[in-house]
T-cell receptor, first 116, second 115 residues
Framework: NAGVTQTPKFQVLKTGQSMTLQCAQD?????MSWYRQDPGMGLRLIHY???????DQGEVPNGYNVSRSTTEDFPLRLLSAAPSQTSVYFCASSYSWTGHIAGELFFGEGSRLTVL | AQSVTQLGSHVSVSEGALVLLRCNYS??????LFWYVQYPNQGLQLLLKYTSAATLVKGINGFEAEFKKSETSFHLTKPSAHMSDAAEYFC?????????????FGGGTRVLVKP
């Protein structure tokens, strides 16, 4: 099992450029999410999805778009990159998001993005 | 609203010494509580979780945490540190369906283990 796969692992952008961070999972998980990790701030939820065709905003959604056309894939799009979006991005998935399962996330290895 | 505070962004321990990482939470309903560990250049992985069963929770790699409702705490301990415990540790809380099942993370505590 590959688990949660993120690409690319590293990316440098100029202000105003657009790009997509890819996330794929092969565990048939219903729930998928994107977090950004910044020093001293832990992980903050950007967007999440509880199933194909369903997405919702997290704590810091501005500047990011997502879609969920299949169970396996959950890409994160930056439409016009800004230096404030320099961060490490993590995709995470879970079999479900109810009851005692809530919070048991499987993480990818991260994508380090620098915006100049 | 749910929130998490981890006391100390960096902790240094000697190999063989006690590891104690502090976590306090705020929640309007009985919470689900978690500790995650992040090794260098890797994603987070679940260390242990509390879901209203036993208040003392045992996790992987010899770690355990105790839920204390009166203190709104969920501190993580390990009796004897090993070099392989050097990592960053995150406490997290979820209020379940009451908060849209979202997970809120603390700021993290980086553990350095000295030989």
């Amino acid at each position: 099992n590959a688990g949660v796969t993120q690409t690319p692992k590293f990316q440098v952008l100029k202000t105003g450029q657009s790009m997509t961070l890819q996330c794929a999972q092969d565990m048939n998980h219903e729930y998928m999410s994107w977090y950004r990790q910044d020093p001293g701030m832990g992980l903050r939820l950007i967007h999440y999805s509880v199933g194909a065709g369903i997405t919702d905003q997290g704590e810091v959604p501005n500047g990011y778009n997502v879609s969920r056309s299949t169970t396996e894939d959950f890409p994160l799009r930056l439409l016009s990159a800004a230096p404030s979006q320099t961060s490490v991005y993590f995709c995470a998935s879970s079999y479900s998001w109810t009851g005692h399962i809530a919070g048991e996330l499987f993480f990818g290895e991260g994508s380090r993005l620098t915006v100049l | 609203a749910q929130s998490v505070t981890q006391l100390g962004s960096h902790v240094s321990v000697s190999e063989g010494a006690l590891v104690l990482l502090r976590c306090n939470y705020s929640s309007s309903v009985p919470p689900y509580l978690f500790w995650y560990v992040q090794y260098p250049n890797q994603g987070l992985q679940l260390l242990l979780k509390y879901t209203s069963a036993a208040t003392l929770v045992k996790g992987i790699n010899g770690f355990e945490a105790e839920f204390k409702k009166s203190e709104t705490s969920f501190h993580l301990t390990k009796p004897s540190a090993h070099m392989s415990d050097a990592a960053e540790y995150f406490c997290a809380v979820s209020e379940g369906p009451a908060a849209g099942n979202k997970l809120t993370f603390g700021g993290g505590t980086r553990v350095l283990v000295k030989p």
